[in-house]
Structures are given as C-alpha cells and as structure tokens.
C-alpha cells in the first residue's frame, strides 16, 4: 500500500508530516490533584503537614505495617536495617564501604525521615499511612536509634528541632571546577 502511494500520489505522501502545537489529549492538572503529589519535606521542616505521634504509637504501627520487612525491632531484616548507632566513633563510612548506613549512624536530617517514610513505606502500600502514622513512626525509630526519649512527640515544630548524630559530618560541596567529592 505505502509503495503505491508514493509512486502514485507524491505529492500527499512525501510531505513531511509536523507535529501538532497542542495535542488534542489531556487536561490541566486540579488543584487537588497537585496537592496530592506536592508532599516534599524539606531539612527545616518547610512542608510537614498538621498532626503528631508518639513513641508508643508509633511503636503499634511498625509492628502492624513495618516489623514484617525490617525486623520486630527494626534491625533483624529481612530488608533494610533501621536501628544501629555503630560505629560511633570516626565517622569511616568513606573508608569502608561495607558498614551497613542507619537512621542513627548517616542520616543528617530528621525531617527526612518523615518525607521518606510518608512518600516510599510501607513498600507494599506507599502513601498509605496518615501523617499522625507516619509522626509516630518516625518518633519511635528516632526513640530505637536512642536519638530522642521515650516520651517524645514529634509534630511539624518538634521534628526539625531534632539533631541527628551524623548531622555535622556533611559539608555543602559548592566547589566548582574541580574533583567533584570531597
Ligand atoms: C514489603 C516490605 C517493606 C515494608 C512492609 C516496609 N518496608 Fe521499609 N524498606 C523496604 C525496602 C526493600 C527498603 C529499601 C528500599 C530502597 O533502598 O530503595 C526499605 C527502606 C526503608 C527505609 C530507609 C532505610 C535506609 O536507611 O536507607 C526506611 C526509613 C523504612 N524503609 C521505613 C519503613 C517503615 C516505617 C515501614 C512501615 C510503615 C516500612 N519501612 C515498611 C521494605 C519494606
């Protein structure tokens, strides 16, 4: 059929065919629907939402939604471990890659602790939990990783406030031209 064309009728099949201005599909996004995907929490804790939770709380939900991929307390596995201050001394995740990385040993930021477990977890449901759930939750792995004590809420003003152990062991890299690591 195309040889055809183009042998009999050149001058509608060689034109070369432009893409439209505007695709006739699609529609604006709403408002809502931005809403639902604008859920980034930044390091000062700008985008937490409204809510809270406790230890105990939190410590009901992990077991439910949470023990069954990380261990009934949040070291055992199967998937990653979420507890573990070692090793505390030295800082030498650059020297030996092998050490395993924790909330408690590498995370610089609290606050991303929320924005990952609201966004990625539970792996099997992401963007399941309430922000009360994911308060709680992110109250007891800070209370595990001895970070926070036991009788800690954590809410939009009490999370940023939260200095994690590895916290002075990032710099900004705002060298130019240069090695790109530091
Ligand atoms: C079905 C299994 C599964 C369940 C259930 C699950 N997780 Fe995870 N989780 C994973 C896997 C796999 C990873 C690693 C993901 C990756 O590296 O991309 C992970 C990573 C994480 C991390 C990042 C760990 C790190 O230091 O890099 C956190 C925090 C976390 N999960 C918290 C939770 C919480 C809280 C719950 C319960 C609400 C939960 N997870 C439920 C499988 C699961």
């Given at each position: 059929m195309t040889l055809v064309c183009l042998l009999a009728v050149p001058t509608g099949c060689d034109r070369e065919e432009q893409p439209p201005e505007i695709f006739a599909f699609g529609r604006p996004a709403t408002p809502e629907e931005i809403r639902a995907w604008d859920i980034d929490v930044m390091p000062d804790g700008t985008g937490l939402p409204p809510g809270s939770g406790t230890v105990v709380q939190g410590a009901k939900v992990f077991a439910e939604k949470c023990a069954l991929c990380h261990g009934p307390t949040g070291r055992?596995?199967?998937?990653?471990?979420?507890v573990g201050r070692e090793p505390r001394e030295g800082f030498p995740f650059g020297r030996d890659p092998t050490l395993t990385r924790t909330i408690g040993n590498y995370w610089p930021y609290a606050t991303t602790l929320y924005d990952y477990i609201n966004r990625a977890m539970p792996l099997n449901a992401p963007g399941s939990l309430t922000p009360d759930e994911v308060y709680s939750l992110v109250a007891y792995l800070l209370f595990l990783n001895e970070i926070v004590p036991e009788d800690a809420v954590m809410n939009a003003q009490t999370l940023p406030q939260v200095t994690m152990p590895a916290r002075d062991r990032f710099v900004l890299d705002n060298r130019r031209g240069g090695q790109e690591i530091r």
């Open positions: 055992e596995g199967p998937f990653d471990p979420l």
